[in-house]
């Protein structure tokens, strides 16, 4: 079975600081996909990044970046000095055949307070 | 572009009414799927539909019914509503299915209490 765990309930940081969000994954297939989502207050779901197993490179995307470890099944997103704005709930999930192909593994989230 | 739209925002229903929550994207895409999301829980798979006239049951399909008469569209139907079915709702599509790796595009989610 696909699990996704994202042991951090709760990070509160003051503005500028830099903070890690954990994700830990589990899975059989060789193949498989990983997706980072970011839920603001107002409550839709924005897509952040997604990356293939076969591709463990990381990435920077402004003040995002990603990095992923196959050897310790992690996928953690890095915001560097983060700003109020960035104050939401973070998502990570995986896909991949098991389960049927059709579906996202959610991790519970990850409640990011930024305070100035 | 509208992309994934989802009506009503918000709705109070009582024990044993029924409703419909609609669902529409204009992207057409094939694949479409209904999640719901619970404190603590993440977002869990109701059900999906790889295309029109196909539909299969997810994690949690219990008390839900859906349909898929056109590409556009999958309504997610409570029949009979209960207290446990209080949560917020999630429509998505991709152009493929989730394995891919195709980007999956949510609505902005369906905010439901069942009183």
């Given at each position: 079975a696909q699990k996704v765990t994202q042991a951090q309930t709760e990070i509160s940081v003051v503005e500028k600081e830099d903070v890690t969000l954990d994700c830990v994954y589990e899975t059989r297939d060789t193949t498989y996909y990983l997706f980072w989502y970011k839920q603001p207050p107002s409550g839709e779901l924005v897509f952040l990044i997604r990356r293939n197993s076969f591709d463990e490179q990381n990435e920077i995307s402004g003040r995002y970046s990603w990095n992923f470890q196959k050897s310790t099944s992690s996928f953690n997103f890095t915001i560097t000095?983060?700003?109020?704005?960035?104050s939401a709930v973070y998502f990570c999930a995986l896909s991949g055949l098991?389960?049927?192909?059709?579906?996202l593994t959610f991790g519970t989230g990850t409640q990011l307070k930024v305070e100035l | 572009n509208a992309g994934v739209t989802q009506t009503p925002k918000f709705q109070v229903l009582k024990t044993g009414q029924s409703m419909t929550l609609q669902c529409a994207q204009?992207?057409?895409?094939?694949y479409m799927s209904w999640y719901r999301q619970d404190p603590g829980m993440g977002l869990r798979l109701i059900h999906y539909s790889v295309g029109a006239g196909i539909t299969d049951q997810g994690e949690v399909p219990n008390g839900y019914n859906v349909s898929r008469s056109t590409t556009e569209d999958f309504p997610l139907r409570l029949l009979s509503a209960a207290p446990s079915q209080t949560s917020v709702y999630f429509c998505a599509s991709s152009y493929s299915a989730a394995a891919s790796g195709n980007t999956i595009y949510f609505g902005e989610g369906s905010w439901l209490t069942v009183v």
């Amino acid at each position: 079975a696909q699990k996704v765990t994202q042991a951090q309930t709760e990070i509160s940081v003051v503005e500028k600081e830099d903070v890690t969000l954990d994700c830990v994954y589990e899975t059989r297939d060789t193949t498989y996909y990983l997706f980072w989502y970011k839920q603001p207050p107002s409550g839709e779901l924005v897509f952040l990044i997604r990356r293939n197993s076969f591709d463990e490179q990381n990435e920077i995307s402004g003040r995002y970046s990603w990095n992923f470890q196959k050897s310790t099944s992690s996928f953690n997103f890095t915001i560097t000095a983060s700003q109020v704005v960035d104050s939401a709930v973070y998502f990570c999930a995986l896909s991949g055949l098991t389960g049927g192909g059709n579906k996202l593994t959610f991790g519970t989230g990850t409640q990011l307070k930024v305070e100035l | 572009n509208a992309g994934v739209t989802q009506t009503p925002k918000f709705q109070v229903l009582k024990t044993g009414q029924s409703m419909t929550l609609q669902c529409a994207q204009d992207m057409n895409h094939e694949y479409m799927s209904w999640y719901r999301q619970d404190p603590g829980m993440g977002l869990r798979l109701i059900h999906y539909s790889v295309g029109a006239g196909i539909t299969d049951q997810g994690e949690v399909p219990n008390g839900y019914n859906v349909s898929r008469s056109t590409t556009e569209d999958f309504p997610l139907r409570l029949l009979s509503a209960a207290p446990s079915q209080t949560s917020v709702y999630f429509c998505a599509s991709s152009y493929s299915a989730a394995a891919s790796g195709n980007t999956i595009y949510f609505g902005e989610g369906s905010w439901l209490t069942v009183v």
